[in-house]
């Protein structure tokens, strides 16, 4: 599924209601630590086509497991009695939590070749935290030509403590699994513990490990040999949430996006909040209409994004499309992936001379009521992708978006919730 561009008529008003699926970042970490149990694990509310997912779930079953998909439902059932490392024909996986499917196959055979973590290409990302696990619990690491192979002779070492020398949500993901199937205690420091972190801790814990969280970045796991199976229901996705909401700002229809996870949101709805944007809600869901703008128009505004529970910086490309069409200039500021600019060359295509750019720096001259221009543009990453597509469908004629597959990674059903919204667009 490479290559594939939208083809995409602006003017399109969305009205109607759009559901935010489970969370991708919790989903695919889900599915992995799914691997180390011992038991069936049935995965509700599951994204059952992002792309990712599916990348994973292949390599799954090459490698013996076995995974039912319920897209009606949106569950997802994981078998891995049969899981154990196969070397494959291919180790092209264009997904980066690769890694975290070291702990299954250490558990069943002792070894796991693995391929080289892919993903977004938005800086400076590199695995060297994850051989530093894997290598701290006692395994072996080589870096193959076309796989990272991990051995150890009886499984992970107990006893071990794991101290990060940055915050990272990755390895303390895989940490986490790993540590897991370690009988003996695992002391894990300077851990990043972000809603989707809580969320596999939790799953975890229903397979029996024991985890005690002290803080926001001190971790202890008891992991076991024996893991039971589980029935848990994926976290909503944040990262979704704030998507359709900033479409259902600029967009001028009146939509309700539901099951909206608040408690993960709290600073970045301020944010929105202090841009002149009143938002209407009950418990799970909001509702968005042109009288959400206080004043008739958006507010410029500063915002840095970095860790939870502030904005992250997956959140970045939508405030930057926000502040396009607020009325004046605002600014945002990345400090945690400071390099996650290449998308705003292609905004700039639909909004020229409306974005300036340096290293963690994006000034907008925003306009209000402005129509982008129709363009065609390239996908860059993930979220600048599916900010590029909103630019799209804000804008006046028809625009090309190319590799959309980008956006397809991370948003489930994406071509058939824009159409209960009323909006067509056109992959091919």
């Given at each position: 599924?490479?290559?594939l561009?939208?083809?995409?008529?602006g003017?399109q008003?969305?009205?109607g209601k759009?559901k935010?699926s489970g969370a991708?970042?919790?989903?695919t970490r889900l599915l992995?630590?799914?691997?180390?149990?011992?038991g069936?694990?049935i995965?509700e509310?599951?994204p059952t086509?992002l792309?990712?997912a599916?990348?994973?779930m292949?390599?799954i079953?090459k490698s013996g497991?076995?995974?039912e998909?319920?897209?009606?439902?949106?569950t997802v059932?994981?078998?891995p009695?049969?899981?154990?490392?196969?070397?494959?024909s291919?180790?092209?996986?264009?997904i980066?939590t690769t890694?975290?499917?070291?702990?299954?196959l250490?558990?069943?055979?002792?070894?796991?070749?693995i391929p080289?973590?892919?993903?977004?290409k938005?800086?400076?990302?590199?695995?060297?935290?994850?051989?530093m696990v894997?290598?701290?619990l006692?395994?072996?690491?080589?870096?193959k030509?076309?796989f990272i192979?991990?051995?150890?002779?009886s499984?992970?070492?107990a006893g071990?403590?794991?101290?990060?020398?940055?915050?990272?949500?990755g390895?303390?993901?895989?940490?986490?699994?790993c540590?897991s199937?370690?009988?003996g205690?695992?002391i894990?420091k300077?851990?990043?513990i972000?809603?989707?972190?809580q969320?596999?801790?939790d799953f975890l814990?229903?397979?029996?490990?024991?985890?005690?969280?002290?803080?926001?970045?001190?971790?202890?796991?008891?992991?076991a040999?024996?893991?039971?199976?589980?029935?848990?229901?994926?976290m909503p996705?944040?990262?979704e949430?704030i998507?359709?909401?900033?479409?259902g700002?600029?967009s001028?229809g009146?939509?309700?996006?539901?099951?909206?996870?608040?408690?993960?949101?709290q600073?970045?709805?301020?944010h929105l909040?202090d841009?002149?944007?009143?938002?209407?809600r009950?418990?799970k869901?909001?509702?968005?209409s042109?009288?959400?703008l206080t004043n008739g128009?958006?507010?410029?505004?500063e915002v840095?994004?970095?860790?939870?529970?502030?904005?992250?910086?997956?959140?970045?490309?939508f405030?930057v499309?926000?502040?396009l069409?607020?009325?004046?200039?605002?600014?945002?500021?990345?400090?945690?992936?400071?390099?996650?600019?290449?998308?705003?060359e292609?905004?700039s295509?639909?909004?020229p001379e409306?974005l300036?750019w340096k290293?963690?720096?994006?000034?907008?001259?925003?306009?209000?009521?402005?129509k982008?221009f129709?363009?065609e543009v390239?996908?860059?990453d993930l979220?600048g992708?599916?900010?590029?597509?909103m630019?799209?469908?804000?804008?006046?004629?028809?625009s090309v978006?190319?590799?959309?597959?980008?956006?397809?990674?991370?948003?489930?059903k994406?071509?058939d919730?824009?159409k209960?919204?009323?909006v067509e667009?056109?992959?091919s």
């Open positions: 599924m490479k290559n561009k939208a083809i995409i008529e003017k008003i969305p009205n759009v935010v991708k970042n919790a989903a992995a630590a799914s691997l180390i149990s011992d069936e694990v995965l509310n599951f086509e792309v990712d599916r990348y994973k292949n390599f079953r497991g076995n995974v998909v319920n897209e009606l439902d949106e059932i994981i078998d009695s049969d899981f154990k490392d196969v070397l494959l291919s180790y092209d996986y264009p980066r890694y975290l499917l070291v702990a299954g250490i558990k069943k055979s002792n070894i796991a070749r080289y973590p892919g993903g977004c938005i800086g400076n990302r590199g695995y060297d935290l994850h051989i894997w290598e701290k006692g395994a072996k690491v080589e870096e030509e076309n192979e991990v051995t150890t002779k499984g992970f070492v071990k403590t794991i101290d990060f020398p940055i915050s990272t949500v390895g303390t993901e895989n940490a986490l699994i540590a199937i370690i009988e205690e695992t894990i300077n851990a990043y972000s809603p989707e972190v969320c596999l801790i814990i229903t397979l029996g490990v024991a985890i005690q969280v002290v803080g926001n970045s001190f971790i202890k796991v008891n992991g040999k024996f893991l039971r199976g589980s029935k848990f229901p994926v996705d944040r990262i949430a998507t359709w909401i900033v479409y700002i600029l001028g009146q939509i309700t996006i539901e099951d909206v996870p608040f408690e993960h949101m600073i970045p709805l301020i909040k841009a002149g944007i009143d938002l209407y009950n418990e869901n909001i509702y968005i042109p009288e959400c128009v958006i507010q410029p505004f840095a994004t970095g860790t939870h529970p502030g904005i992250i910086s997956d959140m970045q490309p405030y499309l926000l502040g069409h607020a009325n004046g200039t605002s600014r945002v500021f990345d400090y945690r992936y400071p390099e996650r600019l290449k998308y705003c292609e905004l295509k639909m909004y409306m300036e290293f963690g720096e994006i000034k907008i001259s925003g306009k209000e009521n402005y982008p129709s363009a390239e996908s860059t979220r992708s599916m900010a590029v597509l630019g799209a469908l804000l804008g006046d004629g028809k978006v190319n590799n959309i597959e980008m956006a397809l990674r991370g948003y489930n994406l071509e919730k824009l209960n919204l009323g667009i056109h992959i």
